[in-house]
């Protein structure tokens, strides 16, 4: 069965649809491989779209996140929630006894992973961050999801489904407090108090082959995106899911779980490459910047599944001009950034008070956002090897903020060769 039927028949007819994943064989890599790692993409890509491109708000103001603190938060939201599901899968299994069910680990990470496919498809809706509810609302559908798939997969009397369904979206919310809190590791506040808001996961990457694509934004803007490296991916993932089968069948769970790391890469556009030290980063962060004096200046790195991201920001004040100069990589997760679609994106708008655009650089990708009064700007640049460098002031103009980032050795970082972790 095809990645969409599966995804048909679960939202569709799960009563009928859960006997025949229970009669399924298979195992946790080719669950992740073929199923989670895809759909739990949907909602960070399309909330990092929405929020660095649209935004939301209310009232009649508009808010978007800075890009380079809305990328990391796309990838830790990514990766948090292929640990999320899991780490339910550990809860429903460990709860089974205490329901009349059966301990069946494969059979708890079918019921997490296929249960949770509404709220993974939900995630599209964060295009549109107004719509987000409605991917709550998905989200709610998912608990029904569960709640069904518990008697057939966990064999629990049908009767006690909906206190085993309770408890464990209970024991869920406690979790994702956890992992909330280990989340901070890898993501602060952005400059100006942006940041604080969670970018959903990606959208599904069904767009492959020629031609570029434009998507037309409520607020007219015209967006045009060049698709091909989805093929690349489709393409980079077909080939690991096969070095992931081969493994299997040979009994070889060293090499299985290299496999399924090979997939990962795939679908995040790089491999497992440990990022630029925090400590380089931030030594390449100036003291001053014209008048403006460097007030604070800070560091971070942090690990979760293996993929490791480190970045350095600070901040520069004279008088009352602000300006905030930041670096952020990935490591090994860098492309995702291609993956979101930032960088084969371009955009160009202006209204009466504000301008935009995202522009190819060689093989840089630039994104500018600046009011005309010289409030507030913002530029960011994606590297060509994903690191990004971002500046943002109050009261800065755009050409202090383009000095500002060039004055970081941008060849220098794009040369730096990541080694692989092992």
């Given at each position: 069965?095809?990645?969409?039927?599966?995804?048909?028949?679960?939202?569709?007819?799960?009563?009928?649809?859960?006997?025949?994943?229970?009669?399924?064989?298979?195992?946790?890599?080719?669950?992740?491989?073929?199923?989670?790692?895809?759909?739990?993409?949907?909602?960070?890509?399309?909330?990092?779209?929405?929020?660095?491109?649209?935004?939301?708000?209310?009232?009649?103001?508009?808010?978007?996140?800075?890009?380079?603190?809305?990328?990391?938060?796309?990838?830790?939201?990514?990766?948090?929630?292929?640990?999320?599901?899991?780490?339910?899968?550990?809860?429903?299994?460990?709860?089974?006894?205490?329901?009349?069910?059966?301990?069946?680990?494969?059979?708890?990470?079918?019921?997490?992973?296929?249960?949770?496919?509404?709220?993974?498809?939900?995630?599209?809706?964060?295009?549109?961050?107004?719509?987000?509810?409605?991917?709550?609302?998905?989200?709610?559908?998912?608990?029904?999801?569960?709640?069904?798939?518990?008697?057939?997969?966990?064999?629990?009397?049908?009767?006690?489904?909906?206190?085993?369904?309770?408890?464990?979206?209970?024991?869920?919310?406690?979790?994702?407090?956890?992992?909330?809190?280990?989340?901070?590791?890898?993501?602060?506040?952005?400059?100006?108090?942006?940041?604080?808001?969670?970018?959903?996961a990606p959208a599904l990457p069904g767009v492959a082959g020629g031609g570029d694509v434009q998507i037309k934004t409520p607020d007219g803007a015209t967006v045009t995106i060049n698709p091909s490296g989805?093929?690349?991916?489709?393409?980079?993932?077909?080939?690991?899911?096969?070095?992931?089968?081969?493994?299997?069948?040979?009994?070889?769970?060293?090499?299985?779980g290299k496999a399924m790391g090979d997939i990962l890469g795939a679908v995040t556009g790089a491999g497992n490459a440990a990022p630029i030290a925090a400590a380089d980063l931030k030594a390449m962060l100036p003291e001053s910047i014209g008048d403006m004096k460097r007030s604070s200046i800070e560091a971070q790195g942090g690990e979760a599944m293996g993929i490791a991201g480190s970045s350095a920001k600070a901040s520069y004040a004279a008088g009352d001009r602000r300006a905030e100069l930041s670096i952020t990589d990935t490591g090994g997760l860098a492309g995702l950034a291609t993956m979101a679609g930032w960088a084969n994106m371009t955009m160009d708008k202006e209204t009466d008070g504000k301008v935009e655009k995202v522009y190819k650089d060689g093989t840089r990708t630039v994104h500018e956002e600046y009011r005309k009064d010289g409030s507030r700007g913002e530029l960011a640049v994606i590297l060509a090897n994903g690191v990004v460098v971002a500046a943002e002031g109050t009261r800065v103009d755009m050409a202090t903020l383009k000095g500002m980032v060039k004055g970081v050795d941008l060849a220098k970082i794009e040369a730096t060769k990541r080694v692989a972790k092992r």
């Open positions: 069965m095809s990645l969409i039927e599966r995804v048909q028949s679960i939202l569709l007819k799960p009563k009928q649809t859960w006997p025949v994943i229970a009669a399924e064989s298979t195992d946790v890599a080719t669950i992740y491989s073929r199923y989670v790692v895809i759909l739990a993409a949907i909602p960070a890509i399309c909330g990092f779209i929405g929020w660095t491109l649209i935004g939301g708000g209310m009232f009649g103001v508009t808010m978007k996140l800075p890009i380079a603190t809305a990328l990391m938060q796309m990838i830790v939201g990514y990766l948090l929630s292929l640990v999320m599901v899991y780490v339910l899968a550990l809860i429903v299994n460990a709860l089974a006894p205490t329901f009349g069910g059966s301990k069946d680990m494969i059979a708890a990470l079918k019921v997490v992973a296929y249960g949770c496919t509404a709220g993974f498809v939900g995630g599209v809706f964060s295009l549109l961050p107004s719509l987000a509810m409605l991917g709550l609302l998905a989200g709610l559908y998912s608990i029904y999801l569960i709640y069904t798939g518990l008697p057939v997969l966990m064999r629990c009397p049908p009767g006690k489904a909906g206190a085993y369904t309770a408890v464990v979206i209970v024991c869920a919310i406690v979790a994702m407090i956890v992992l909330g809190a280990v989340s901070s590791l890898f993501v602060s506040r952005g400059p100006m108090g942006f940041g604080a808001t969670t970018v959903g989805m093929a690349d991916m489709a393409k980079r993932m077909e080939e690991a899911s096969k070095r992931m089968e081969s493994a299997q069948k040979s009994g070889d769970s060293t090499a299985a």
